[in-house]
T-cell receptor, first 114, second 115 residues
Framework: DGGITQSPKYLFRKEGQNVTLSCEQN?????MYWYRQDPGQGLRLIYY???????QKGDIAEGYSVSREKKESFPLTVTSAQKNPTAFYLC?????????????FGPGTRLTVT | AQSVTQLDSQVPVFEEAPVELRCNYS??????LFWYVQYPNQGLQLLLK??????LVESINGFEAEFNKSQTSFHLRKPSVHISDTAEYFC?????????????FGAGTRLAVHP
């Protein structure tokens, strides 16, 4: 079955540690996205990538980093510089220009930093 | 830049009653519009989308939305809700910027269906 996988579902870290969230897709999509979701604030775009080895900052990129070495994979690192990292993180993918821009979402990773 | 406003953060409703979740977007020459649904601790699932053609679009589970260009709205409706419709609903609009396409999401509307 085609889809997006995110692992782990729940992640706990101590303050000051970097942590990497995994996102893999087998939909043959060129574009991938990372969002952060906080209660009452909807989805905020962290980073996005339209092609391998290229990515762009979204609205709240500070304290985060990404890489896109393979089409299928777009891991997100939450660094110790992120002031308030506890949140629900969602990965998505889509076709690029010329399509409907519909995004497909993974199940999410809930990160708790104490 | 595009923006999306979901006018109600929470909508309580009794089972089998009708419901409307409101969504307005900022004006643009052409837009693609989406409604997504999110159940607790899960990712977002596409409910329906407007790309072109008929302004009334329907989902397989009884929801429908109407694209209204003059009012820049894309309200979601269901004539009779079920307990299982309890979820958070997000309206989104496409945006192309610098050659990159993105979706701009509203803040979400939490639909609570009571027996």
């Amino acid at each position: 079955d085609g889809g997006i996988t995110q692992s782990p579902k729940y992640l706990f870290r101590k303050e000051g540690q970097n942590v990497t969230l995994s996102c893999e897709q087998n939909l043959n999509h060129d574009a991938m996205y990372w969002y952060r979701q906080d209660p009452g604030q909807g989805l905020r775009l962290i980073y996005y990538s339209q092609i391998v080895n290229d990515f762009q900052k979204g609205d709240i990129a500070e304290g985060y980093s990404v890489s896109r070495e393979k089409k299928e994979s777009f891991p997100l690192t939450v660094t110790s510089a992120q002031k308030n990292p506890t949140a629900f993180y969602l990965c998505a993918s889509s076709h690029v220009l010329g399509r409907s821009y519909e995004q497909y979402f993974g199940p999410g990773t809930r990160l708790t930093v104490t | 830049a595009q923006s999306v406003t979901q006018l109600d953060s929470q909508v309580p409703v009794f089972e089998e009653a009708p419901v409307e979740l409101r969504c307005n977007y900022s004006s643009s020459v052409s837009v693609y519009l989406f409604w997504y649904v999110q159940y607790p601790n899960q990712g977002l699932q596409l409910l329906l989308k407007y790309l072109s053609g008929s302004t009334l679009v329907e989902s397989i589970n009884g929801f429908e939305a109407e694209f209204n260009k003059s009012q820049t709205s894309f309200h979601l409706r269901k004539p009779s809700v079920h307990i299982s419709d309890t979820a958070e609903y997000f309206c989104a609009v496409s945006e192309v910027s610098g050659g990159y396409n993105k979706l701009i999401f509203g803040a979400g509307t939490r639909l609570a269906v009571h027996p």
